[in-house]
T-cell receptor, first 114, second 108 residues
């Protein structure tokens, strides 16, 4: 019973490198989300996909791109990593995009950019 | 956009003491959710409140939704070391907006 799976769990990049974070869910959920978590800042939404084929910007989308590859998978790409993007990244999913649906989170990716 | 403010940011308690965290909004909320994140872990959904004045309990945890549906609280009775973590509220329109969380430390 995997739920939401994120890869990799840890990554160190140099400034300017690119990277794609992968996320897959096996709960047949329609909606998926990418958050970043920084100390004292809580969870900030980067992008979300309410359903397959749609993506929308969240609170902090600059420097990121996303792809909803299919219903199961939602990837986050950093085209040119910057030290300010050092963070813990969480992927989440919910049955629908409604605010009344609970979100299920993956274990996170700890990303450091030097 | 929608914002939810959580207080306090940090709380240190002795094991056995009670703990309360508050979530406040300037606008009326249709619902509110609470999550717990253990140190090094990921947020886990605890509960959702929908009705004005609603109170729900999970063992030692009591969740309340204000009468005006603008605030909510989470109260833990007789804290244990297993309660350590950060508690988040989440609310608003689609998509959800998370508060910044209250980090609870329990001293044995």
């Amino acid at each position: 019973n995997a739920g939401v799976t994120q890869t990799p769990k840890f990554q160190v990049l140099k400034t300017g490198q690119s990277m794609t974070l992968q996320c897959a869910q096996d709960m047949n959920h329609n909606s998926m989300y990418w958050y970043r978590q920084d100390p004292g800042m809580g969870l900030r939404l980067i992008y979300y996909s309410a359903s397959e084929g749609t993506t929308d910007k969240g609170e902090v989308p600059n420097g990121y791109n996303v792809s909803r590859l299919n219903k199961r998978e939602f990837s986050l790409r950093l085209e040119s990593a910057a030290p300010s993007q050092t963070s813990v990244y969480f992927c989440a999913s919910s049955e629908t995009g409604s605010h009344s649906q609970p979100q299920h989170f993956g274990d996170g990716t700890r990303l450091s950019i030097l | 956009g929608q914002q939810v403010m959580q207080i306090p940011q940090y709380q240190h308690v002795q094991e056995g003491e009670d703990f309360t965290t508050y979530c406040n909004s300037s606008t009326t909320l249709s619902n509110i959710q609470w999550y717990k994140q253990r140190p090094g872990g990921h947020p886990v959904f605890l509960i959702q409140l929908v009705k004005s004045g609603e109170v729900k309990k999970q063992k030692r945890l009591t969740f309340q939704f204000g009468e005006a549906k603008k605030n909510s609280s989470l109260h833990i009775t007789a804290t244990q070391t297993t309660d350590v973590g950060t508690y988040f509220c989440a609310a608003g329109n689609t998509p959800l907006v998370f508060g910044k969380g209250t980090r609870l430390s329990v001293i044995a």
